[in-house]
């Protein structure tokens, strides 16, 4: 069920949303499903308002190095819009698929008005002419219902799942999850994962 | 149940490459570990503190590297191995002690881990600290996958004790960061007791004939090398281009050659092994083709050393082209990766780009070039830096005679920024703010008249900044030192420092008090919170105006997100909108243009400024800042968990 070997993912956002955590969850189930797995982290200062960025390469049949190669991306799932954005020009291709939380952290100079924000419909559009399908989740939102935004990333890693891009199954990511997380928080976040895959499988998705 | 610690040999753990670093030292036996936190470092002794307890074994986060490295000198001699990790910039900190330990040499099994930050991702330089092993003669091991990282740690032990030499274990961000499964091997049964033989001495002279042991050290180093597992060659035996790989680089390198189908005609040769060079091993490789690529990170040292060694025997081995960082085939700057290598192998054989990527990428380029607002580093939502340096600018401003800040290394360098509101004009090395702080104040006699303030961060002040307070009280140097006490080494992740109440492990430990410290050497100190942004300004204002030596003022509040962590902030916020007048207002957006919290920013539809609830912490600190009044602090009610 591997279309590609290597698989490779991008996951990105701005810092404290997540990401890493969310990268080390995928790669410890890639692992876990019997596949050779390396995640790379780039964060540095990220905590302190940066963008941060995760790459995991996924292969059958050996080690791949934690810096994905220009333009060969499968799959970039994006905790915060422009991020997603930021980095197709890097990694991105006509046939990458596009998972992204619509909720924007503003970047300081937007929040000091030297620049602005594009509007949601302008990040789709963009989005939809520089890859082969997109998938636009509100993915804040929906973890806010369930008691808390810091959740928008279980709430993605659903979403990733359900395109069918990363070779992983529910429960192993889901035995995952509860493997790292306090137990009073399963149920929500089981229902948080089930709201990403719900997201994706209701999306009118391709461009 | 915690991997570093598992006993179950054989078994795969999903590990970061610093996990398996600590793996592999527990593995070798290592009973001693102290290290300053430093990115991309940090996490290794995080772990071995971890396990510390369970283990028996020390941990320490030390006052600085050059104590952390003493430290685990001492266990050496006393028949304990030892450990002490470092990034680059701690290399520079103890480089002292290590050239001296060098001649005088160890006993028990020592290693010295550097962290290297190549395209200084969180570092303020890029540096290669790989010359320490030439320059202190120390054997050094470069890994290229955590696996590997484990395998050296535990090896990098076992080399030292042989050698009774300290031996290096060089890693770079990307490996310490980069996580992958690994084979665990299995933890030692048995712990050594430490007692010093006072029978012997341990110390530097003779120099000469120490020096020459050194150097003895190192040929026994390098014939162990000429067979060892970490080196290894890939591709035909007559390559049409030898690529050295060192450390990291490797599978970039491997990567970048079955992109471009090169694998049966261009050999790749992987050095773990980077000095001293195994010569014969080396010269093996460099028979296989006239072209030799070197690729390795940050600086050409195992390039400048092929080529050095290609110089003695070159009329046996033929003529040979080299590419590397010298000719410009490779960036002599920021981070390897497969684009590079691919680029400077294309480079060498003439081979075309194709060109449907970079249509797509100038697609991209012109789609979103607008629309990409950039993303600056800036203090936390609830930061008390923030609110810091507000102060500073104003009481600057209002003495009004050109004064400014000298700044130092942690979340606060970010005070260079308009994050920190621009405040820092001269930032460096750990502790340095205060030394160059008091170098403007010793001008004082030739006519120097601006105000001068240094600040420093509590567990940086520990690190470095006493010996400058102390210089600085001894020559009479009329500046202000700020002290940014925020409970926590918290650029690298929180690690305790002296300053507080409990250790690395977690046991109780006794606090090295602030005031009394600058007291004693002779400074007067005044304590603030810095959240009471009027109270700070003023008080700021005041000892501006005072003359005489050196002033301390200790601006104590905790990190914000430790404060998270500790149960929150008190408050949450709200803007109440019939309050802000928006544009009609006159401040010109005064909150959010100038204060540039996270947590605040303006509604695009209603134009008037809103509180942004996924991102606000409810510090309360951005009451004072609204001319209206418009923000609006209450009693967080708490509501969900």
Known sequence: ?207 | MNPITLNSPGSRAFMMGNDAIARGLLEGGVQYCAAYPGNPSSEILERLADAAVDLQIYAEWSVNEKVAIEGAAAASLAGVRSMASMKQNGVNVSSDFITNLALSGVKAGMLLITCDDPGAVSSTNEEDARFIARLADLPMLEPSTPQEAMEMARFGLELSEQLGSLCVLRTVTRLCHSRSAVSLGSLPEKRRVPRFDTSVTWRTFPVAPRHAKMHRNLEQAESLFENSPFNTYEGPEEAELLIFAAGNTYLFCQEALEILDLESRVGLAKLGTVWPLPRRWVLNQMRRSRRILFVEDVDPFVEDGIKALYAQVCSDVGVRFFYGKADGALPGEGETNPDVVMEAVRKIRSLEKPTAEDIYRRGVRERTEELIPPRDLGFCPGCPHRASFWSIKNALKLDSRDGFVSGDIGCYTLSLMPTGFSQSKSVHCMGSGLGVAAGFAKLRGQGFDQPVIAVVGDSTFYHSGIAPLVDAVHHNASCLLILLDNGATAMTGFQPHPGLEKNATGAEARAVDLEALCEAAGASVVVQDPFDMTETRDAIYRLLQQDGGLRVLILRRTCALLQRRLGGFPYRMRVEPSRCLSEECGCNRFCTRVFRCPGLYVDPITGKTSVDDVICVGCGACVEICPQGAIIREARCDDAA
């Open chain 1, 1 to 207: 069920m591997m279309q590609h070997d290597p698989t490779n993912v991008v996951i990105t956002g701005a810092g404290g949303q997540g990401n890493v955590a969310a990268a080390q969850w995928l790669g410890q189930a890639l692992m876990d499903e019997g596949l050779g797995v390396t995640v790379g982290d780039t964060y540095g200062l990220s905590q302190r308002g940066g963008s941060v960025m995760s790459h995991i390469r996924i292969s059958r049949k050996r080690i791949y190095g934690p810096i994905i190669p220009q333009g060969r991306a499968h799959l970039i799932l994006g905790l915060e819009p422009v991020e997603t954005l930021r980095v197709l020009e890097r990694f991105g291709n006509p046939q990458v698929v596009v998972v992204t939380n619509s909720r924007p952290v503003y970047p300081q100079a937007v929040i000091a008005g030297e620049f602005s924000y594009p509007t949601g419909d302008a990040i789709q559009h963009a989005l939809k002419a520089l890859s082969s399908r997109v998938y636009w989740i509100p993915a804040t939102k929906l973890a806010q219902e369930l008691g808390g935004a810091i959740m928008a990333n279980v709430v993605m890693i659903g979403a990733l799942l359900e395109t069918g891009v990363v070779p992983v199954s529910e429960n192993t990511l889901l035995k995952v999850l509860e493997a790292t997380l306090p137990p009073h928080t399963w149920d929500a976040n089981r229902r948080a994962f089930r709201k990403g895959v719900e997201a994706v499988r209701d999306s009118p998705g391709a461009a």
